[in-house]
């Protein structure tokens, strides 16, 4: 039997539909819970929305949550989360909701014009259709430090300097 990781931190949260699921890990070592969607909603190509959860929190001071997209999501359909890592900070207390983007540039590649659901497996382009309870998108906790910057006239002395970025190393 695996340990489980010793540094769980408690975050409250209320459903505020009664549509909502609490987010859940799949398996017991998964840094990301899954997150459901509380609400059917249509993205047509080019389109982006907020995809409501019905959930709010009570994240711990020096935590964040981090939204990112599931993987299966972004190889199988065209909808994509275009602010990934999306933080929601400690101190927010409004419904947790998902931005979605619909990557399609084109209509529907069926002729019956339905929307695709989550259950796309080919990538195609045209409307998606996210249904209530449907798992949209991964939600990370990680603790976070708050910089002190200090002006200083240069940066010679101060550490190892590289050299370049942007591909400097190749492609």
């Known amino acids: 039997m695996q340990k489980k990781p010793e540094n769980n931190i ?4 209320v459903r505020l539909s ?7 890990y799949a398996h017991d070592h998964d840094a990301g819970m899954d997150i459901y969607s509380s609400e059917d909603v249509l993205l047509m190509p080019g389109e982006t929305k907020l995809i409501p959860t019905g959930l709010a929190a009570a994240i711990p001071e020096g935590f964040e949550a981090q939204i990112r997209p599931r993987s299966g999501i972004s ?5 994509r989360i275009p602010n990934s890592p999306g ?25 019956d014009l339905l929307p695709f659901t989550l259950e796309e497996k080919n990538n195609r382009h ?9 798992k949209i998108a991964q939600m990370v906790f990680a603790g976070i ?3 002190v910057l200090t002006a200083v006239p ?3 002395g101060i550490g190892d300097d590289r050299q ?3 591909g400097s190393t190749g492609i």
């Open 10 to 13: 408690d975050v409250p949260m």
């Open 18 to 24: 009664q549509f909502a699921v609490l987010p859940s």
């Open 75 to 79: 190889l199988k359909t065209m909808l």
């Open 87 to 111: 933080t929601i900070d400690a101190g927010y207390r409004d419904q947790i909701c998902v931005i979605m983007h619909n990557a399609s540039f084109l209509p529907s590649e069926r002729n």
């Open 126 to 134: 045209g409307a998606y259709l996210i249904r209530r309870g449907d």
């Open 145 to 147: 430090s708050h910089a």
């Open 154 to 156: 240069t940066l010679e």
């Open 164 to 166: 370049g970025g942007f």
